[in-house]
T-cell receptor, first 112, second 115 residues
Framework: KQEVTQIPAALSVPEGENLVLNCSFT??????LQWFRQDPGKGLTSLLL?????REQTSGRLNASLDKSSGRSTLYIAASQPGDSATYLC???????????FGQGTTLQVKP | KAGVTQTPRYLIKTRGQQVTLSCSPI?????VSWYQQTPGQGLQFLFE???????NKGNFPGRFSGRQFSNSRSEMNVSTLELGDSALYLC??????????????FGPGTRLTVL
């Protein structure tokens, strides 16, 4: 059974700092991995999608890497801003199940 | 292009009642997935519909059901509500579904409170 874990559960950093969020999964047979952002009381916004054959994806200040063999992904946020404050969720699509399995998320606070 | 819309946004029901939630996907998207989000369990997959057919189902009791119409709009129904059904219900749409290279786009969710 696929399990997704995100560490840390919460993170508070000063504005301008570079930071890394971690995601690990137990079954390396994944189809793809997605990073989402969720603001309080809102839906999810997709940030980056990495196919199983890819190693990384970049969008602006965000960079996500994938190491399928070790069951790990990282989301790197450069030059953090207060507007980056949100919960970041990692989700994997296992095999061909059509189910996204989510981690519990990392709640990020960027202080001005 | 309009995003994924969900109605209603907030709902209060009592135990034993039933409820129907609606999701309108982005125009052209044929796949709709439903998720339940609670503080304790996080986000859990309910089911996915594609072209009016349920393709995948999560581990939820039969009280949770859904359907999709020919215009790709989807509804989910929960019968005999329990206190534990209180949650944020999210739907996501994509052109071909999560087993593809497509990004899934989520709606704002329906907040269901069961008293």
């Amino acid at each position: 059974k696929q399990e997704v874990t995100q560490i840390p559960a919460a993170l508070s950093v000063p504005e301008g700092e570079n930071l890394v969020l971690n995601c690990s999964f137990t079954d390396s047979a994944i189809y793809n991995l997605q990073w989402f952002r969720q603001d309080p009381g809102k839906g999810l916004t997709s940030l980056l999608l990495i196919q199983s054959s890819q190693r990384e994806q970049t969008s602006g200040r965000l960079n996500a890497s994938l190491d399928k063999s070790s069951g790990r992904s990282t989301l790197y946020i450069a030059a953090s801003q207060p507007g980056d404050s949100a919960t970041y969720l990692c989700a994997v699509l296992s095999g061909n199940t059509g189910k996204l399995i989510f981690g519990q998320g990392t709640t990020l606070q960027v202080k001005p | 292009k309009a995003g994924v819309t969900q109605t209603p946004r907030y709902l209060i029901k009592t135990r034993g009642q039933q409820v129907t939630l609606s999701c309108s996907p982005i125009s052209g998207h044929r796949s709709v997935s439903w998720y339940q989000q609670t503080p304790g369990q996080g986000l859990q997959f309910l089911f996915e519909y594609f072209s009016e057919t349920q393709r995948n189902k999560g581990n939820f009791p039969g009280r949770f059901s859904g359907r999709q119409f020919s215009n790709s709009r989807s509804e989910m129904n929960v019968s005999t509500l329990e206190l534990g059904d209180s949650a944020l219900y999210l739907c996501a749409s994509s052109p071909r579904g999560p087993t593809s290279t497509d990004t899934q786009y989520f709606g704002p969710g329906t907040r269901l409170t069961v008293l």
